[in-house]
């Protein structure tokens, strides 16, 4: 199957500042990109979908302010956590999709926020 | 809306035990259904789907059978080997939508299989 891959697999940050979480398809252009994220024990839950060149669609709860989304390119989108506090520590997935393929995900960012 | 509901885990079983793992969800629209598995420290991967009502996924000795009058797509294999052990997640099309990419899982159930 198709390479997605996340960067950077963990990462701790202190509260109030801004992370960035990549997300690349390594061989495939991904014209559409997905966000998840997965608290302990419990399933994914999709934060937003992003089209290439176009603004995300941030699914109904998900802050759109506080989770920056940008699919600049074919083969990479971002997350930007911005201000970030204790409780958005969580698991962060993407996936990415040719057309209306099936999705092929990336192995995930662990954020603390300390 | 939308739900996955998978059997909870953790599950344990003896290496060539048979495996079964439930799954059920919510009869919105036409969903296709999937089976994801995550092996310790790597992402998501696809393991089967269905797209329709009777249509039977199988990949690497695993079934699942797309079940519209029970709303079910149950993960079986006969015969469970150390090196399944992993995350399995049961998921679903979001209704209304066309793409295999917007999901709905269920919370996952680890499997651990023993020598």
Known sequence: GAVVSQHPSWVICKSGTSVKIECRSLDFQATTMFWYRQFPKQSLMLMATSNEGSKATYEQGVEKDKFLINHASLTLSTLTVTSAHPEDSSFYICSASRGQGVAFFGQGTRLTVV | GD????????????????????????????????WYVQYPGEGLQLLLKATKADDKGSNKGFEATYRKETTSFHLEKGSVQVSDSAVYFCARTNAGGTSYGKLTFGQGTILTVHP
């Open chain 2, 3 to 34: 739900s996955v509901t998978q059997m909870e885990g953790p599950v344990t079983l003896s290496e060539e035990a048979f495996l079964t793992i439930n799954c059920t969800y919510t009869a919105t629209g036409y969903p296709s259904l999937f």
